[in-house]
């Protein structure tokens, strides 16, 4: 059974920066993209970019472009989300899924979320 | 990047009823397209890919059809466990977006 374990919750200061991790046992962590999706309070879900572990490449939404770096560590199947010069409207539930194929590409696994509050 | 657009936002039902739910895409994106179903405080959960597969252990009262543009997801017979927000999700082209959701609330 496919698992992934989100780092806890996080303040921070806006201009900081903070970094999630995302966990994951029990699959072939190295050959599927594992992405990045928030949701702001009360609000939808928001795909930020992702990373295919095995090659190492990464896509981004134009909106986060230059402020979020994915990142992955096979050696302990952990993929990282970094987001940079936070603000107010940055505070979300962050969650990291598993991109699976078939037909589609469509997220299969999640973590369970880490809310990253933004406040002065 | 493509926009999805669901309707209605938010639906009162009953259970036993059957609750259509509806996604436009504003470009054609063949079968690209999935949907989860979101419960307060947890992560989504996939229901339907490629339009139309059923994902595993999601039982069968929840279909979904279309292609093009246009897609719907349906409950034939609402229960219980089944009120929550859906979000339909298009996977044809980076960036990979969500519609707004679909909350469905006991009427």
């Known amino acids: 059974q496919v698992q992934l374990m989100q780092s806890g919750a996080e303040v921070k200061k806006p201009g900081s920066s903070v970094k999630v991790s995302c966990k994951a046992s029990g699959g072939t962590f190295s050959s599927y993209a594992i992405s990045w999706v928030r949701q702001a309070p009360g609000q939808g879900l928001e795909w930020m970019g992702g990373i295919i572990p095995i090659f190492g490449t990464t896509n981004y939404a134009q909106k986060f472009q230059g402020r979020v770096t994915i990142t992955a560590d096979e050696s302990t199947s952990t993929a990282y989300m970094e987001l940079s010069s936070l603000r107010s409207e940055d505070t979300a539930v962050y969650y990291c899924?598993?991109?699976?194929?078939?037909?589609?590409?469509?997220?299969?696994?999640w973590g369970q979320g880490t809310l990253v509050t933004v406040s002065s | 990047d493509i926009q999805m657009t669901q309707s209605p936002s938010s639906l009162s039902a009953s259970v036993g009823d059957r609750v259509i739910i509806t996604c436009r895409a504003s470009?054609?994106?063949?079968?690209?397209l999935n949907w989860y179903q979101q419960k307060p405080g947890k992560a989504p959960k996939l229901l339907i890919y490629a339009a139309s597969s059923l994902q595993s252990g999601v039982p069968s009262r929840f279909s979904g059809s279309g292609s093009g543009t246009d897609f719907t997801l349906t409950i034939s017979s609402l229960q219980p466990e089944d009120f929550a927000t859906y979000y339909c999700q298009q996977s044809y082209s980076i960036p990979w977006t969500f519609g707004q959701g679909t909350k469905v609330e006991v009427k």
């Open positions: 899924a598993r991109e699976a194929t078939g037909g589609s590409n469509f997220f299969d696994y």
């Open positions: 470009q054609s994106i063949g079968s690209y």
